[in-house]
C-alpha cells in the first residue's frame, strides 16, 4: 500500500513564525501536492510538484511556497504565518495521469 | 476548465437505507473519475475509481457507474452502516492537465444513524 506520511498531525505557532510542514510518500510517485481544507470551501490546491526541483501554483499559492529536492519529500513552508493559515493541510501523492492520489492524515495547523 | 458538481449535505439516514449521492462533471476530455472518503480527523482516502464510460467502481459495498451520456457518477450503497458516517468527495482527473491535478466537488456529509 502507498503510504504518504505527514510530520505532524497537530501544530500550533506564532504569527510571523517561519512554517514547515513535511510530507514524505514510499512510493516512487512522480506528482506531489499540496491543499488546504476548510470549512465551506472544500479543498484548495495550493501548489503541486511533477517532479524534483519542480513546482507549479495552484489556485492559492499567496503566503506559501514549497521545496521538492527529494522524489520522495514534498515540503510547504509559511514564510511568515498569519491567522488566516490555520487550516486542515493534506499532502497527496501520485504516479500518473489518470491515476488516482493518495493522501496523507493530514495537518491540522493553528497560528495563535 | 473542469468542474464537479455534488449535492449538498448533511445527509442524514437510518442504519441499513439506501444511499445516493449524486456527482456530476464538466470535463474536455475523457477524464478519470474518483470517490474519497475522510473519516472525522483524518486525510482522505480513494474508496473507488472508473477510468471510462461504463466503468463500474465498486468497493466495501459502495459502487459508482461512469455515464459518459449524463456526465455523472453518483455513489451508491444498498445498505448503509453507522460506519459508514463521513465526507464523501467526489473527483476528476482530466488527462490533458500536467501534473494528475484532480477537480474535487464540495464534498457532501454523511450521517447515519442507528
Not at chain 1, 24 to 41: A, C, I, K, S, T
Not at chain 2, 75 to 93: I, M, N, P, T, W
Request: net charge negative.
Amino acid at each position: 500500500d502507498v503510504k504518504v506520511t505527514q510530520s505532524s498531525r497537530y501544530l500550533v505557532k506564532r504569527t510571523g513564525e517561519k512554517v514547515f510542514l513535511e510530507c514524505v510518500q514510499d512510493m516512487d510517485h512522480e506528482n506531489m501536492f499540496w491543499y488546504r481544507q476548510d470549512p465551506g470551501l472544500g479543498l484548495r490546491l495550493i501548489y503541486f510538484s511533477y517532479d524534483v526541483k519542480m513546482k507549479e501554483k495552484g489556485d492559492i499559492p499567496e503566503g506559501y511556497s514549497v521545496s521538492r529536492e527529494k522524489k520522495e519529500r514534498f515540503s510547504l513552508i509559511l514564510e511568515s504565518a498569519s491567522t488566516n493559515q490555520t487550516s486542515m493541510y493534506l499532502c497527496a501523492s501520485s504516479f500518473e495521469t489518470g491515476q488516482p492520489q493518495h493522501f496523507g492524515d493530514g495537518t491540522r495547523l493553528s497560528i495563535l | 476548465g473542469n468542474s464537479v458538481t455534488q449535492m449538498e449535505g448533511p445527509v442524514t439516514l437510518s442504519e441499513e437505507a439506501f444511499l445516493t449521492i449524486n456527482c456530476t462533471y464538466t470535463a474536455t476530455g475523457y477524464p478519470s473519475l474518483f470517490w474519497y472518503v475522510q473519516y472525522p480527523g483524518e486525510g482522505l482516502q480513494l474508496l473507488l475509481k472508473a477510468t471510462k464510460a461504463d466503468d463500474k467502481g465498486s468497493n466495501k459495498g459502495f459502487e459508482a457507474t461512469y455515464r459518459k451520456e449524463t456526465t455523472s457518477f453518483h455513489l451508491e450503497k444498498g445498505s448503509v452502516q453507522v460506519s459508514d458516517s463521513a465526507v464523501y468527495f467526489c473527483a476528476l482527473s482530466d488527462p490533458y492537465n500536467a501534473g494528475n491535478m484532480l477537480t474535487f466537488g464540495g464534498g457532501t456529509r454523511l450521517m447515519v444513524k442507528p
